[in-house]
C-alpha cells in the first residue's frame, strides 16, 4: 500500500457496492437526496486516484475529495459522462485553489481546469439531485 490519504465521495447508492469494493463504507445520509450515499476511505492508497478514475471511465457518476498525502496535494474530483476531473483544493475545504504567481497573475491552466471541474461538479450535483450551485443567465445575483 502507497501513500495514504482520507478521501469522502458522493454517489448513487446503486453504485455503493463498485466503492465498497475499494474499501470505501457508508458514512452518513443526513441531508442527502434520496438514494444519495456519502462513502469515505480513511486510508486510501495514494488517495484512490486510480481506482476512481477506472470507475469514471466506466461511466460511474459521483464526485468528492481527498486529503493530501506525503507526496502529493490534496484534490477534489468528479465524474461525469465517462470524464474524470480532479483539481487541487484547500486543506480542511472541498474548494479548489488555484496557484497565484509572486507576479500576481494565475496559472491559466489551472484556472481554464478549475473552471472545467467547477461545471462537471455541478453537473454531477444535478445528477444525484442536489440543486445547482451555478447561477443562471438572466437571474439575479
Known amino acids: 500500500m502507497g501513500d495514504r490519504a482520507y478521501v469522502e465521495i458522493v454517489c448513487r ?40 478514475q477506472t470507475l469514471a471511465d466506466k461511466g460511474i457518476v459521483f464526485r468528492g475529495w481527498h ?14 459522462d465517462g470524464q474524470f ?22 496559472d491559466a491552466d489551472q484556472l481554464s481546469a478549475t473552471s472545467e471541474f467547477l461545471k462537471a461538479s455541478d453537473r454531477v450535483g444535478q445528477s444525484l439531485g442536489f440543486p445547482s450551485g451555478i447561477e443562471q443567465k438572466g437571474e439575479a445575483p
Do not use: K, W
Open 85 to 106: 476531473y480532479q483539481v487541487l483544493r484547500l486543506n480542511h475545504s472541498d474548494l479548489p485553489c488555484i496557484e497565484v504567481h509572486v507576479d500576481g497573475t494565475v
Open 13 to 52: 447508492e446503486e453504485d455503493e457496492p463498485l466503492f465498497e469494493a475499494l474499501g470505501f463504507m457508508q458514512e452518513f445520509r443526513h441531508a442527502l437526496p434520496a438514494n444519495v450515499v456519502t462513502m469515505v476511505d480513511a486510508e486510501a492508497s495514494e488517495g484512490a486516484t486510480t481506482e476512481l
Open 67 to 80: 486529503d493530501a498525502g506525503g507526496s502529493y496535494d490534496g484534490a477534489c474530483f468528479a465524474s461525469i
